[in-house]
Structures are given as structure tokens and as C-alpha cells.
């Protein structure tokens, strides 16, 4: 399968996750390709949509190596990953120096997109957590392990396009999962996508705006009206 662009691709998500439409969803958005895809997915669904900022907490001298990850949210959550704590053990203050890093940085990218809006409580909601495609799902699984924690009702990860190899890993972090296409090989995201160019802050800003605003709109007729 293969989508023009990432709107394209959110268009037909958004249609495959037509049956939550009545549930009251909220949907998360993984910056910053997540976002076009997850905006066509609130407006199909008339959702509110809110990002889901994800900072991975390096080893020392070994950045890409995983000791865990601050997860965004009204709640943000820590999420260690002990296998990898138990292998290299760093000096006393580090995680928590690294942790407190991770969430100024994560302030400071929310405020950039959405300046003083807070993020959106999913507790006891069903939340859809979105991104543009997933290709190891080790960002996805701290981001879902996250969500998790702030104990929405339901919680799904839909994406346009993931391998099936990632689909048993992830299967137990989420109550349902939701994909268009589970292609093996894999390879990467961008070779299911005719444009997949990188999406800008910019288009991330209006994308939040315009959704806020429409979001507000049917808000007040709903108040008008009743």
C-alpha cells in the first residue's frame, strides 16, 4: 500500500477507526509526523487532538542506548527500562538529572506548539494514540506504557503502516491496535509514502490550531443548541 502524503494516509485511518467515533476518543499525536496523519483523524472523528511528546533518557556515553523515557501528558510518567538499568548501572543522580532535562525539554516544545494550553486529561477516555508509521517500536511502547499510566478507559494505537514483527511486541501495551497496512519486509516508514517529507513546526502549529479552533466551534454550537 501507498499514500500520497501523510494526510492521505490519515484520511484512511481515520475511516478504519470510524466505530470509536461515538466513544467521546481523544486522539495523541506523535510530533512530529504524527500530527497531519492524527489531524485527519479528530476531524473525522470530532475529537480533540493533543500531542504526545516522548524524550528517551540516554546511557552515559551511549545516547542510544535506552535507560527509559519521560512520557508527555497531563501526568507525565517516567518509564525505566530496567533490562538495560541492570546492565549499566549509571552513577548515582544521573537518571534523575537526565529525567529533569527530558521534562524541561518537553515544556519547552509543548509551550512551542501549543503555548499555554494544558494537555488533555484521558483519564476514564478512550485515547488513540497516532503516529505517521512505527518501525522498531521502542519510542511507541514507551509512549503507550505512558498513556497507560494516566489510566484512560481504552487505549489504541492505530498507524497508517508498521511491520508484523513489532505487532506482538506492542500487542500487550495497548488494548487494541489499528493499522492499514503490515508489509514484511519493512524496511522504513518513508517507502509507503509517495511524499514523505519532513513535517515542519510550523505546519505542526497550524495543524493544532486549526483543530482547536474547529474543536471550540462545535463546542459552542452544541451549548447554542441545547
Given at each position: 500500500?501507498m499514500f ?49 511528546l ?66 488533555i ?14 518501525a ?11 498513556v ?29 491496535m489499528?493499522f ?41 454550537d ?5
Open positions: 500500500m500520497k502524503d501523510r494526510r492521505e494516509a490519515g484520511r484512511t485511518l481515520a475511516r478504519a477507526l470510524e466505530r470509536f467515533k461515538s466513544a467521546n476518543p481523544v486522539v495523541l499525536a506523535l510530533p512530529r509526523g504524527g500530527v497531519p496523519v492524527a489531524f485527519e483523524v479528530a476531524e473525522y472523528l470530532k475529537a480533540p487532538l493533543d500531542l504526545l516522548v524524550r528517551k533518557i540516554g546511557a552515559p556515553g551511549h545516547e542510544e542506548l535506552a535507560l527509559g523515557a519521560v512520557v508527555d501528558g497531563l501526568h507525565p510518567q517516567v518509564v525505566v527500562n530496567q533490562d538495560v538499568m541492570g546492565m549499566i548501572h549509571p552513577p548515582r543522580g544521573y537518571f534523575e538529572a537526565a529525567e529533569k532535562r527530558e521534562l524541561a525539554e518537553i515544556e519547552r516544545r509543548r509551550h512551542l506548539y501549543l503555548g499555554a494550553a494544558q494537555p486529561d484521558v483519564q476514564g477516555r478512550l485515547a488513540i494514540v497516532v503516529d505517521d508509521g512505527i522498531t517500536g521502542a519510542t511507541m511502547k514507551a509512549a503507550l506504557r505512558g497507560r499510566r494516566n489510566e484512560p478507559s481504552r487505549l489504541v494505537l492505530a498507524a497508517p503502516v508498521a511491520p508484523r514483527s513489532v505487532i506482538s511486541e506492542l500487542k500487550a501495551e495497548c488494548d487494541e489499528v492499514l497496512a503490515t508489509p514484511e519486509p519493512f524496511h522504513a516508514v518513508g517507502l509507503y509514502y509517495a511524499d514523505f517529507s519532513q513535517t515542519t513546526d510550523e505546519e505542526v502549529i497550524e495543524l493544532l490550531g486549526r483543530r482547536s479552533f474547529g474543536q471550540a466551534m462545535r463546542e459552542a452544541e451549548i447554542t443548541r441545547e
